[in-house]
């Protein structure tokens, strides 16, 4: 069974900074992939950043030159540094890990979700 905690979230003022943190937890998994995803209310899941096993990243164009997503291999946790935040990016931000046998969303992990919310 695997648990990913997220953590970190809370509220700030618009410009200002927060780092999420994603705790994993379990047994026996691998890890090909880890993402974040927010959604916003009455919104969809939205993708916002994922690192690769080897490091490479990738961002939505929403956060790109703001967020920066790493992980730490041996904590077994990832983050996301967000900066310069906007009342746009308020949203629940789940963090999200892929095996490596992934074949469909089916079989990743998310975790519970935290929240970040900014005020103008």
């Known amino acids: 069974q695997v648990q990913l905690v997220e953590s970190g979230g809370g509220l700030v003022q618009a410009g200002g900074s927060l780092r999420l943190s994603c705790a994993v937890s379990?047994?026996?998994?691998?890890?090909?992939?880890m993402a974040w995803y927010r959604r916003a209310p009455g919104k969809q899941h939205e993708f916002v950043a994922v690192?690769?096993?080897?490091?490479?990243?990738n961002y939505a164009d929403s956060v790109k030159g703001r967020f920066t997503i790493s992980r730490d291999s041996a904590k077994n946790t990832a983050y996301l540094q967000m900066n310069g935040l906007k009342p746009e990016d308020t949203a629940v931000y789940y963090c999200?890990?892929?095996?490596?046998?992934?074949?469909?969303?089916?079989?990743?992990?998310w975790g519970q979700g935290t929240q970040v919310t900014v005020s103008s």
């Open positions: 999200v890990l892929s095996p490596p046998q992934r074949q469909s969303p089916l079989d990743d992990y």
């Open positions: 379990g047994s026996g998994f691998r890890v090909n992939a």
């Open positions: 690192i690769t096993i080897g490091g490479r990243t």
